[in-house]
């Protein structure tokens, strides 16, 4: 049972530590793209960095109300089951306690032992039992808007913060390179820690991160590069 719980804790770790990583991927290839973009346009030094910063605040204000939204639509679609299962439980008690045997015996009991752990969930707190065996809501699983959209937001500053560091040492005249470079050695290490948290092959997953993220740079730079040329 100690091993089970553990495992369980395992999971969920996993399952944040993957969408920080997702976060901080989409801050490291929005930012360096946005910023290879007005590079390549020939802007000054602090144009970009101003450019930078903004895409940084307003990238992650966007993951926050889009992760914000998206949660709290799952919250309100959660409570409205719940409220439709408590209404369920004050007008049909004994169709709502059938249902829930029945959902025990689906898993393997027999029908005497799935009436008696039924009847003794139901006495304890009915809602819970069937919140939990029923519609696979749990206080561990159930949707946070305000942790997701905070979450959200702080995993995309990091991820943008690591090419504005570059922006902000690299020499002037070398910036686009050093951006190129450095944003893919990011995306790299961060490719390979979600393949490898997700058991996947950690060289795919680099290889598949990196050949993306470089097709985004290369075309907000061509785009950069057509309109300062056309300037």
């Given at each position: 049972m100690r091993n089970r719980h553990l495992e369980l804790h395992k999971l969920d770790s996993?399952?944040?530590l993957r969408a920080a990583v997702l976060g901080a991927n989409d801050g490291i290839v929005s930012t360096s793209s946005l910023v290879l973009g007005v590079?390549?346009?020939h802007a000054t030094h602090q144009a970009i960095l101003i450019a930078g910063v903004a895409g940084l605040v307003a990238g992650a204000m966007s993951m926050a109300t889009g992760e914000y939204v998206s949660v709290q639509s799952q919250a309100d679609t959660e409570q409205a089951a719940?409220?439709?299962e408590r209404v369920e439980l004050h007008e049909n008690p004994q169709g709502e306690h059938k249902e829930l045997t029945d959902i025990y015996v689906a898993r393997g009991l027999n029908q005497s032992l799935?009436?008696?752990v039924a009847e003794g969930l139901m006495r304890h707190d009915a809602l819970a039992a069937h919140a939990r065996d029923e519609l696979g809501l749990t206080d561990a699983m159930s949707a946070k808007p305000l942790q997701a959209a905070l979450a959200s937001a702080f995993s995309f500053a990091v991820g943008a913060a690591l090419p504005m560091m570059v922006v902000l040492l690299a020499p002037?005249?070398?910036l686009?390179?050093?951006t190129v470079v450095g944003s893919l050695v990011f995306l790299a290490f961060l490719g390979g820690l979600a393949a490898k948290v997700g058991g996947a092959?950690?060289?795919?997953g680099v290889v598949r991160v990196v050949?993306?993220?470089a097709l985004s740079m290369a075309a907000a730079t061509a785009i950069g590069s057509m309109f300062g040329t056309a300037g």
């Amino acid at each position: 049972m100690r091993n089970r719980h553990l495992e369980l804790h395992k999971l969920d770790s996993i399952g944040w530590l993957r969408a920080a990583v997702l976060g901080a991927n989409d801050g490291i290839v929005s930012t360096s793209s946005l910023v290879l973009g007005v590079a390549a346009a020939h802007a000054t030094h602090q144009a970009i960095l101003i450019a930078g910063v903004a895409g940084l605040v307003a990238g992650a204000m966007s993951m926050a109300t889009g992760e914000y939204v998206s949660v709290q639509s799952q919250a309100d679609t959660e409570q409205a089951a719940l409220e439709k299962e408590r209404v369920e439980l004050h007008e049909n008690p004994q169709g709502e306690h059938k249902e829930l045997t029945d959902i025990y015996v689906a898993r393997g009991l027999n029908q005497s032992l799935a009436k008696q752990v039924a009847e003794g969930l139901m006495r304890h707190d009915a809602l819970a039992a069937h919140a939990r065996d029923e519609l696979g809501l749990t206080d561990a699983m159930s949707a946070k808007p305000l942790q997701a959209a905070l979450a959200s937001a702080f995993s995309f500053a990091v991820g943008a913060a690591l090419p504005m560091m570059v922006v902000l040492l690299a020499p002037h005249e070398s910036l686009i390179l050093y951006t190129v470079v450095g944003s893919l050695v990011f995306l790299a290490f961060l490719g390979g820690l979600a393949a490898k948290v997700g058991g996947a092959s950690i060289r795919k997953g680099v290889v598949r991160v990196v050949f993306w993220s470089a097709l985004s740079m290369a075309a907000a730079t061509a785009i950069g590069s057509m309109f300062g040329t056309a300037g």
